[in-house]
């Protein structure tokens, strides 16, 4: 089986008030079909931002600075 969803080097950040921060730095991780990926870590450490960048749903205030991420063979940063 192939990869399904490639996510290499992705990386975001947030603006607020007090300027900019980097929140993600250069996370990497694939899954092939009928796998399944769990993300631990202590509150505030990234996990809800990964998700909403890899599902495009990402609030206004964020950005992606780079990376990719890559679903069926189509690059979802690349998409309007």
Do not use: H, Q, W
Request: hydrophobic share 40%; aromatic share 6%; proline share 2%.
């Amino acid at each position: 089986m192939g990869e399904l969803l490639i996510v290499r080097e992705l990386s975001v950040g947030y603006r607020s008030s007090d300027g900019y921060s980097r929140v993600l730095r250069r996370v990497s991780f694939s899954l092939s079909e009928g796998e399944v990926l769990g993300v631990v870590g202590e509150s505030g450490s990234g996990k809800t931002t990964l998700a909403l960048a890899v599902a495009r749903l990402l609030p206004p205030y964020a950005r992606v600075e780079g990376g990719s991420i890559v679903f069926n063979g189509v690059d979802l940063l690349s998409l309007s």
